[in-house]
């Protein structure tokens, strides 16, 4: 099991930045791929983005591609999203989480076994 806290999040203006930071424990973390999902009030959770094991490879949902950019340090056990050109349809709870399994690259949201507590992000317009 790991333990994954997010922080990072708050209010910002239409086409501000944002930059949230998952940190994890528990478990080696450079083993695993690591995703962020959203959401917003009255929706599904939601895919954002995912990076391989290695972060060598990174998936974008198409709605945030070319304005979010994920990232990974492993020596400090730590997973970015910089979000860029936010919009007010970015507002949402956006959560953390961690494959089930090592040494794999899925992104299914079902793949992901282990979760954040969520972070808050509001973009006014």
């Known amino acids: 099991q790991v333990q994954l806290v997010e922080s990072g999040g708050g209010l910002v203006q239409a086409g501000g930045s944002l930059r949230l930071s998952c940190v994890a424990s528990?478990?080696?973390?450079?083993?695993?791929?690591m995703g962020w999902f959203r959401q917003a009030p009255g929706k599904e959770r939601e895919f954002v983005a995912a990076i391989s094991w290695r972060g060598g490879s990174t998936y974008y949902a198409d709605s945030v591609k070319g304005r979010f950019t994920i990232s990974r340090d492993n020596a400090k056990n730590t997973m970015y999203l910089q979000m860029n050109s936010l919009k007010p349809e970015d507002t949402a709870v956006y959560y953390c989480a961690a494959d089930s399994n090592p040494d794999r690259f899925r992104l299914g949201l079902s793949d992901f076994g282990s979760w954040g507590q969520g972070t808050q992000v509001t973009v006014s317009s």
């Open positions: 528990g478990r080696i973390f450079r083993s695993y791929a």
